[in-house]
């Protein structure tokens, strides 16, 4: 198995749902063996008996804590779907506005979620005072590298984004803007070196590589910033609480 797949494999959502098609015949066998005994199964017990055998099995397999919760109401949550009685075009329309938006995060486990004024305000205290190359890695609808590329006009700032509508929308947020540029694809595929400040508001799921591909590639003199999210194997050298409050701003000198 090629490593993408293998990574896709490995998801924890693929997990979940592999494990919910595996409960199903031992789900219809119980509840069976239930009616036969005489008991009063209707859907929404044979749907919670679901849920607790799909939650049981993820424990078995170390799925993280929510993901017992989801799997004990999934099947529930189906079934009254289901009960509404919605035409099927509803269900096709939000998965495909759900896709568009979130792409991969049931293989990246990082969705998207804006970091807002405060931390822009404090990426853009910590930008060093000379022309520079910034990359925001997860650009999301590109607000970061928008509101910097106005600040600093003698920089250049780029986002990169995996999901396809939140990087058109930044692509179209960027018009009559020229040193904000926005590429769809994997920051993984990128190579570090060519920039001075790397910015991430990903998740705890990914910051161990991150680190690890930035201390590979970035240039002696640049900086590694992730909103939010800390490393746990390395101390930063910068911990800044933004304005106003909000989550901490952490820094790493290469
Ligand atoms: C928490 S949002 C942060 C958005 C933006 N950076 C901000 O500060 O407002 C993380 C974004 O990273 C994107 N993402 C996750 N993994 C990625 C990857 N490997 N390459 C590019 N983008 C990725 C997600 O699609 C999501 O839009």
Redesign the pocket.
């Known amino acids: 198995m090629s490593p993408a797949l293998l990574r896709i494999w490995r998801a924890p959502a693929v997990t979940a749902l592999l494990l919910q098609g595996a409960c199903l015949p031992l789900t219809y066998a119980l509840v069976w063996l239930l009616l036969r005994a005489g008991a009063d199964i209707d859907y929404a017990g044979a749907a919670l008996i679901q849920g607790v055998l799909a939650s049981a099995a993820s424990l078995w397999r170390r799925l993280a804590a929510w993901w017992l919760a989801i799997q004990l109401l999934f099947p529930l949550a189906l079934l009254g779907g289901l009960g509404l009685q919605l035409p099927s075009w509803l269900f096709l329309a939000l998965f495909l506005i759900f896709l568009l938006v979130?792409?991969s995060?049931f293989r990246?486990q990082?969705?998207?979620?804006?970091?807002g004024q405060r931390?822009w305000n404090a990426v853009a205290a910590l930008l060093p005072a000379r022309p520079l190359n910034f990359i925001?890695?997860?650009?999301?609808l590109g607000?970061?590298v928008l509101e910097l590329a106005a600040r600093r006009p003698d920089s250049t700032f780029c986002g990169?984004?995996?999901?396809p509508l939140?990087w058109l929308l930044s692509r179209w947020r960027a018009q009559g803007r020229p040193n904000a540029h926005f590429v769809r694809?994997?920051?993984?595929t990128l190579d570090f070196a060519a920039f001075d400040v790397v910015f991430a508001?990903?998740s705890p799921a990914v910051m161990t590589a991150l680190f690890k591909k930035a201390s590979a590639e970035m240039r002696p003199g640049s900086l590694l910033l992730s909103?939010e999210f800390c490393i746990a194997t390395k101390t930063p050298d910068l911990t800044i609480q933004p304005d106003g409050g909000g989550a901490l701003l952490y820094g790493w000198h290469f």
């Open positions: 979130f792409w995060t990246t990082v969705p998207y979620y804006p970091s931390a925001d890695v997860g650009s999301g607000g970061l990169i984004e995996l999901a939140p694809g994997d920051y993984e508001y990903l909103y």
